[in-house]
């Protein structure tokens, strides 16, 4: 197994782990189980974040811009109109 697959691997396993903790502090039946979750899912965040951004730099990670009339078209379809 080369860096690059352990790297989506290590990725893949932080993107779940967010699910989860985002999932328990929406859940969550006490302010402190709520902060517990939610200072875990910042974690998880900060961790993936770290990883996207060294994928990108050795090229392992790709992302294409929308152009701007579909950036538009998603924004006015998901606006409120009241």
């Known amino acids: ?6 790297m989506e691997g290590l990725l893949l396993d932080a993107k ?4 989860l ?4 502090a929406i859940e969550s039946s006490t302010a402190k189980v709520r902060q517990t979750f939610s200072a875990a899912f910042d ?5 993936g ?8 730099r050795k ?10 009339q579909k950036r538009q078209q998603t924004k006015q379809k998901f606006t409120p109109t009241c």
């Open 1 to 6: 197994m080369d860096d690059k697959c352990i």
């Open 43 to 47: 974690d998880a965040l900060s961790m």
């Open 21 to 24: 903790y985002m999932h328990g």
């Open 59 to 68: 090229g392992w990670y790709q992302t294409d811009s929308a152009p701007e």
């Open 49 to 56: 974040d770290t990883l996207y951004q060294q994928m990108t």
């Open 16 to 19: 779940g782990v967010c699910d």
